[in-house]
C-alpha cells in the first residue's frame, strides 16, 4: 500500500460516512484524482483493499465516469463546454483558440505536464455560455480572447489553487445568475475542490 | 410579466449571505422544520404535498404527493435528492445549491420526517464543485446547530445527510442510474420492474428519489399550506417554478415564474428579447431530450400539459433560444454528440444508433452529405425509437437513447430544406 497515512485515514473517515463500503467507491477515486492526477493502479490496488471488492471491478467503475482520468493529467485541466447553448454561442472558437494556444488535442496532455486540454458536455453554465473549467471551478461568458489570456495566466503564474472568483473577475463575462459574495475557495487538483471530511455523523 | 419568488426569495432578499445560517434563520428559516417536527404529523404533511399538486422538478414531473406515497414500508428507508442536473440548457438546481443550501437542507428534514427515513444523500454532480462545497459547508452548519444528527430540535427524530459527488457521468440523472452510482457501482439504469426506487431502491431499500427544486419547494409549502401553492400557477402545474433561459437572449439567467405565461412573453420580458433583434427560427422548451417548436411557434404556454400536447415536454425547465442564423444541423449534431458521449451501453439501440446519428449529422454538417442519409437518419432513429411518435416508444431501459431521437425529428419535420441544402447535389447514392 502506498497511500500515506493521512490519506488512509481521509479515505477511511469517508468510508464510514455509507451504510456500505462500496458507496465510498466513487469519492475514494476522486481522493486517487487528487493524489496523482489520474487513477493510477496503484491506487486501484489500494481502493479495491479498502472497500473490500476486486481490482477490476475498481477498474470497470473509474472507466465509466469521464471524470476518473485513466492517464495523467496536467497541473491544469481545461474543459471547454460544447453542448448546445455554448456551441450556438461560439464555443467552437474558444476550443479553436485553446487547442491553438496550447497545441493540444482533444484529452491530450503537454509534455511539461501543465495543461491538459477536454472539450465536454454541459456543466451547466449554459447561461453564462461559452463557459470553461480548470479543474472544476467554473468560468462563465469567457470570449475567445479571454481565454488565451487565462491560459497565458496560468502558465506564468502556476497558482497552486484555481479559484472560480478570481478566474470569473479577470477572464469572465456574462454569468448565469448572480454568484453573490466571493468565495476563495477552489481547487488544487484536477479533481474537483470538494471533500465531506468534516461531516460530524451520529448514526451507528 | 413578473416573476414570483418563492424558493429565489431568500436569495434576492440577502444577496451577499442567503448561504449562510445565520441570514437563513434571521429570515424565518428552520422555523417551518421545527414545528413540523414539534408539532406535526407524517400524515399532515403528505396531505399537504398532496394539496399543494406539486409535479416533480426534475423532468419528468410526477406528481410527488402520489410518488411519496409510494414507498414502501422498511425499517430502513432512504431520500436521495438528485442534484445531478446535467440537462443541457439546465442551470436551476446550480443556484439553489450554490445560493440557498439551507432551503433544501429543511426540505430534506420536512420530507424525511413525513417518510419516516433516517438517512438522506443530497448526490451532486461532480463539475458543480463549488455549489457542493456550499452544501456540504451547509449541512455542517446545521449539524452543529443540532437541526441534524441525534434528536433534532429535541425531539426523538434522528436525522444524517451525506453529501456525494458524482464524476460526470448525465445518466446518473436517471433514478435507478443514480442508485447504482451511489452504490458505488458503473451508472448504469436498473430495469423497471421489478426496480422501482420506491420499492427496490438504494441498497435494494425503498428509497425516494426527489430533485433539489422540488424538496427547497417543501418548506414554503408547509408553511403556506397546499392550499396556498395550488393557487399559484395553472391547474395541472401548480407553484412557481424556475426556468433556465439560454441561447441567443439579452438576459439569461434563471427566472422564478408561475407556469401559464406564454414562451413569447417569457422571451420578450424577462429574457429582454432575442439578441440583435434577431427573430427566432426554433427553440427548445425543456431540455436538449425535448423536440423543439418553430419560432412562429412562441405563443405555446409554459405549462406541462400545454407542452405535452404540442408534441414536446417542458422537462428541466430549459428554454434555449436559436436565432434566424443559427446553423440548425449543428445545433441538432452538438445535442446528438452528448448523448452519444453519454450513452452508458447497455442497450444496442442507443448505443450504436446514438453513435450513427452522430456520424451521419457530422457528414451532413461538413457538406459530405448523401441524398440517402435523409432516410437513414430517421431509420436509425425509428430503430431507437418504433413510429417516432411523442411521447417516445422505447426499445431501451431508460429514455437516454429516444432523447437523442427528438432533435432529429424536429429537423425533418420541420427544416428538412435547411438540411437538404447541406447535401451536395451531385452525390447520388
Known sequence: MSWDDKLLKQAKKIIKLYPQKRSALGPLLHLAQSKDGYISDDSISVISDLVGITEVQVKSVSTFYSMYKQEPTGKYLLSVCKSISCEINNSSEVINKVQEFTGLNNNETDEDELFTFEAVECIGACGGAPAVQVNYETVEGVTPENAINMCKWLKETKPDVVVADEMQENFGGVKSFDWAIQDNSGSTSTAPGFQTLNTTKVKK | ??????????????????????????????????????????????????????????????????????????????????????????????????????????????????????????????????????????????????????????????????????????????????????????????????????????????????????????????????????????????????????????????????????????????????????????????????????????????????????????????????????????????????????????????????????????RIASGRGRTSDMNLLLDVCDNISPGLSWPPKMTTICPLGPSAVSPITSLMNDFRDEVESLIPTKVLL
Open chain 2, 1 to 362: 410579466m413578473k416573476e414570483t419568488l418563492l424558493l429565489t426569495k431568500n436569495m434576492r432578499d440577502n444577496p451577499e449571505d442567503s448561504h449562510l445560517i445565520d441570514s437563513y434563520e434571521k429570515n424565518n428559516g428552520y422555523s417551518t422544520a421545527k414545528k413540523t417536527i414539534l408539532e406535526s404529523s407524517p400524515e399532515k404533511i403528505l396531505e399537504e404535498i398532496k394539496a399543494s399538486n406539486i409535479r416533480g422538478r426534475g423532468g419528468a414531473g410526477f406528481p410527488t404527493g402520489v410518488k411519496w406515497g409510494f414507498l414502501a414500508e422498511d425499517e430502513d428507508r432512504y431520500l436521495v435528492i438528485n442534484a445531478d442536473e446535467s440537462e443541457p440548457g439546465t442551470f436551476k438546481d446550480r443556484i439553489l445549491l450554490e445560493r440557498d443550501p439551507h432551503q433544501l437542507i429543511e426540505g430534506i428534514i420536512i420530507t424525511c420526517f413525513s417518510a419516516n427515513i433516517k438517512e438522506a444523500f443530497i448526490y451532486i454532480r461532480g463539475e458543480y464543485a463549488k455549489p457542493a462545497r456550499r452544501v456540504q459547508q451547509a449541512v455542517e452548519q446545521a449539524y452543529q446547530k443540532g437541526y441534524l444528527g441525534k434528536n433534532i430540535f429535541g425531539s426523538d427524530v434522528n436525522l444524517d445527510i451525506v453529501v456525494h459527488l458524482g464524476a460526470g457521468a448525465y445518466i446518473c440523472g436517471e433514478e435507478t442510474a443514480l442508485l447504482n452510482s451511489l452504490e458505488g457501482r458503473r451508472g448504469e439504469p436498473r430495469l423497471k420492474p421489478p426496480y422501482f426506487p420506491a420499492v427496490k431502491g438504494l441498497y435494494m431499500k425503498p428509497t425516494l428519489v426527489n430533485n433539489v427544486e422540488t424538496i427547497s419547494s417543501v418548506p414554503w409549502i408547509i408553511e403556506n399550506g397546499g392550499k396556498e401553492y395550488n393557487k399559484l400557477g395553472v391547474e395541472g402545474s401548480t407553484g412557481t417554478r424556475i426556468f433556465s433561459l439560454s441561447g441567443h437572449v439579452n438576459n439569461p439567467g434563471n427566472y422564478e415564474i408561475e407556469m401559464g405565461s406564454s414562451f413569447g412573453e417569457f422571451v420578450e420580458t424577462l429574457g429582454g428579447g432575442i439578441k440583435n433583434n434577431k427573430k427566432v427560427k426554433a427553440y427548445i422548451p425543456g431540455g436538449a431530450s425535448a423536440p423543439w417548436f418553430r419560432g412562429d411557434q412562441l405563443d405555446i404556454k409554459m405549462t406541462i400539459d400545454d407542452v405535452a400536447n404540442n408534441n414536446s415536454m417542458l422537462g428541466s425547465g430549459a428554454v434555449v433560444m436559436m436565432d434566424e442564423d443559427t446553423n440548425l444541423v449543428s445545433a441538432a449534431k452538438s445535442i446528438v454528440s452528448f448523448f452519444a458521449h453519454e450513452s452508458c451501453g447497455q442497450c444496442t439501440p442507443c448505443r450504436e444508433g446514438t453513435t450513427w446519428l452522430e456520424m451521419i449529422l457530422d
